[in-house]
């Protein structure tokens, strides 16, 4: 079964600074989804960036890219220029080509932003 | 638009109650979902439905029951709460019905459910 790993339970970073927050996953398939998943205060679940495994580009977002290293199954969300709204909790998730209902999270990095 | 919407936002019950968490979307999504989660884990599927009158297990189904109403409507119910449900539950829906390479997932706000 897959996996999805963030192996820092918080980060902190500066306004105005960049942060990279990390994912890694466990998986045997050759072709996949990738999502980035905030979660504010308000407990509502919002998608940030999505990555499609087939494509060599890394996504991008406005402030939010990723960098997805395919052979190292890794996954990382890189903020730039953070705001005061980016503190939220961040998950990672994996899903299955062809399965919609196979989506596996990982246990999230919770992210502060100083003043 | 409201997108997924979910109620109550919080309830306490006692161990052996009963109780029905209710979702709707009205984006006119084909599947529906319903997740839990628990501190330093991330979402765990327990049931969903790819399309109207069809529901199917998840990963942590036990404990559980879920109702498709309608295309817009999708409950869980808990016949008889213990505290290991204690939980924050989230509904989410999505456009396909079938396998899609482009499906995403929208989640609403979440119910904080506490079993004493």
């Known amino acids: 079964a897959q996996t999805v790993t963030q192996s820092q339970p918080e980060m902190s970073v500066q306004e105005a600074e960049t942060v990279t927050l990390s994912c890694t996953y466990d998986?045997?398939?050759?072709?996949?989804?990738l999502f980035w998943y905030k979660q504010p205060p308000s407990r509502q679940m919002i998608l940030v960036i999505r990555?499609?495994?087939?494509?060599?580009q890394n996504a991008t977002e406005n402030r939010f890219s990723v960098n997805f290293q395919k052979a190292a199954k890794s996954f990382s969300l890189k903020i730039s220029d953070s705001q005061l709204g980016d503190a939220a909790m961040y998950f990672c998730?994996?899903?299955?080509?062809?399965?919609?209902?196979?989506?596996?999270f990982g246990a999230g990095t919770r992210l502060t932003v100083k003043p | 638009n409201a997108g997924v919407t979910q109620t109550p936002k919080f309830q306490v019950l006692k161990t052996g109650q009963s109780m029905t968490l209710q979702c709707a979307q009205d984006?006119?999504?084909?599947?529906m979902y319903w997740y839990r989660q628990d501190p330093g884990m991330g979402l765990r599927l327990i049931y969903y439905?790819?399309?109207?009158?069809?529901?199917d297990k998840g990963e942590v189904p036990n404990g559980y029951n879920v109702s498709r109403l309608n295309k817009r409507e999708f409950s869980l119910r808990l016949e008889s709460a213990a505290p290991s449900q204690t939980s924050v539950y989230f509904c989410?829906?999505?456009?396909?019905?079938?396998?899609?390479?482009?499906?995403?997932?929208?989640f609403g706000p979440g119910t904080r459910l506490t079993v004493l």
């Open positions: 989410a829906s999505s456009r396909a019905g079938s396998p899609s390479r482009t499906d995403t997932q929208y």
């Open positions: 998986t045997s398939e050759s072709d996949y989804y």
């Open positions: 990555q499609e495994a087939y494509k060599q």
């Open positions: 998730a994996y899903r299955t080509l062809y399965n919609n209902n196979d989506m596996r």
């Open positions: 984006m006119n999504h084909n599947s």
């Open positions: 439905s790819a399309s109207e009158g069809t529901t």
